[in-house]
């Protein structure tokens, strides 16, 4: 209890808990209302109330709001906002906490109606397919991961749809896959441009690695034995740390290196921003950390072996400097690591289909 207390002096917890306060304020003085206007005998009056609310609710994402809304009007799962259907709203702006509040709580019978084709017979599909508001493009970093976000989108909802659904054909006579490869031809080239140009420098820093490596694999420190040839250090654990991490780093460094390659070679279609270029990009940057980090542990074993012998207290200085260069690349390259890790194999936008099915009707 005490605990709790000292957290809300802190001024950015206490910013959340006064927002959340409001937010709770807010849901109760709609509750209110929504009983009020409940009361109006006219039908047509009641919707007159509640349309445009229910409107600006859905374009910014608000389904705490569109949930009170349905509960006191069933009917508003049918309104038509500028010619689209609640669910289709959800799909068009990429709104993912409607999309997966409505997924959870319409009728089997209100979904197929919710699936309807809107005047120039686009389906839910064909809204899918369509480039996504600037503002919600914006929210993912990198041209290669909005695209992989929106496949994303495209495969979820082509997912829920009828097969039928997947090939039918609108007023301009296109497929859902033919409005997103023409809605999404700029990004795509957006994306192989951010894709080929980190891939190109991070092959720059795999090559150096490799030649650095293996120069020192090949010139051992202390020198051969030069009667048999062997090692003059090889009893020494300094020496097999150096061997053992030389060789980490030369191995890792060259799967990278064939790793940014296969991007660079890659055909670059649609469907490979959402598993085949994000995992290439995340193995060869895990493999070049990897192989950083064995390299400078195999060079602050040489240091020790040249120069520590006997000498304990040079293990500080060495251990400290190798710290260094490792901590500044995790710093400047784990955050994009972590945002493809997440974007690729994360939970995800959209609920889980187990654990959310429509309720039959």
């Given amino acids: 209890m005490v605990a709790s207390l000292k957290l809300t002096v802190v001024a950015h917890i206490k910013h959340l808990q006064e927002e959340k306060v409001k937010h709770q304020e807010a849901l109760l003085v709609l509750k209110s209302i929504c009983k009020e206007v409940a009361k ?25 709001v569109i949930e ?74 990198g041209a ?38 023409r809605e999404h031809k700029q990004l795509r080239n957006e994306g192989e441009e951010w894709m080929k140009k980190t891939a190109d420098s991070y092959t720059i820093v795999a090559a150096l690695i490799i030649t650095i490596v293996f120069a020192a694999a090949i010139t051992v420190p202390g020198g051969n034995d030069d009667v048999t040839g062997k090692a003059i250090y090889e009893t020494k654990p300094s020496f097999i ?15 990278s290196l064939l790793l940014f390659l296969s991007i660079l070679t890659a055909r670059y279609r649609e469907e490979d921003f959402l598993y085949r270029l ?24 040489t240091l020790y072996l040249m120069f520590g012998q006997g000498k304990a207290w040079i293990m500080i200085p060495i251990s400290t400097l190798t710290c260094l260069p490792i901590a500044s690349f ?5 955050p994009l690591l972590v945002d493809l890790i997440s974007s690729t194999y994360g939970h995800g936008i959209f609920v889980k289909q187990s654990d959310c099915k429509m309720k039959q009707s």
């Fill in 68 to 141: 009170q809304i349905i509960q006191h009007f069933p009917g508003s799962t049918l309104v038509i906002i500028n010619g689209c259907t609640l669910f289709q709203v959800a799909i068009k702006k990429r709104c993912e906490k409607l999309y997966n509040f409505l997924l959870c709580h319409m009728s089997y019978d209100q979904y197929r109606y919710q699936q309807g084709c809107d005047k120039v017979k686009n389906s839910t599909l064909h809204l899918a397919g369509q480039l996504a508001p600037t503002h919600k493009l914006n929210r993912v970093s």
């Fill in 241 to 255: 740390v150096f061997a053992i991490s030389d060789a980490i780093s030369l191995f890792s460094s060259t799967t």
């Fill in 40 to 64: 109006i005998d006219t039908l047509s009056d009641i919707c007159e109330h509640y349309q445009d609310s229910l409107s600006i609710a859905a374009h910014n994402d608000t389904p705490e």
């Fill in 278 to 301: 994000p995992k290439r990009l995340i193995l060869g940057l895990a493999m070049l950390f990897l192989s950083v980090t064995s390299m400078m542990v195999a060079f602050s074993a």
């Fill in 144 to 181: 290669a991961l909005q695209m992989q976000r929106e496949l994303q989108w495209f495969e979820e909802v082509g997912n829920f749809v009828k097969p039928k659904y997947k090939y039918q054909k609108n007023v301009s006579q296109e497929t859902p896959i033919m409005v997103f490869r």
């Fill in 330 to 334: 995790v710093t400047l390259q784990l």
